[in-house]
């Protein structure tokens, strides 16, 4: 799928590759940076950090991701973090609605309905979030 471009700021929205994720944990890492963890590191992730599905870059540097988690009635919940630099609610609206469409798209309409439906969701962050964490 080819990136979105919104001309007038020059940010491009795409899916989240692999070489994405050190930005991505960056980032998460910052938005929770005033948030003081019970284990004091902070370093290790745990299932919030949800599968990352959406990028705003510009200039080749990544401002805002999206991620989904699966709430407590198996609905499927989108969260943006960013950078100060980022700004602009028009941006964080549009990797929304380009996050939502990717969810869509990788896991079926069904996967708005239903805890059950979600199973697949929620395990594919599970061993995301443990295959990061062994990683570092």
């Not at 599968?51 to 709430?71: F, M």
Request: proline content about 2%.
């Amino acid at each position: 799928m080819g990136a979105t471009e919104i001309k007038k700021e020059d940010i491009k929205l795409r899916e989240v590759y692999l070489e994405d994720l050190k930005s991505v944990i960056n980032l998460y890492q910052n938005s929770l940076a005033l948030v003081k963890h019970a284990n004091g590191s902070g370093k290790v992730l745990t299932s919030d950090f949800g599968l990352p599905i959406g990028i705003a870059e510009k200039g080749g540097k990544v401002i805002a991701y999206s991620r989904v988690n699966i709430d407590s009635k198996g609905k499927p919940v989108f969260q943006i973090h960013s950078n100060e630099a980022c700004g602009t609610d028009t941006v964080c609206e549009k990797l929304n609605r380009f996050s939502e469409k990717r969810f869509t798209a990788i896991w079926g309409a069904d996967a708005a309905q239903s805890l059950s439906s979600n199973k697949p969701v929620q395990n594919a962050i599970n061993r995301l979030v443990d295959w990061l964490n062994h990683c570092n």
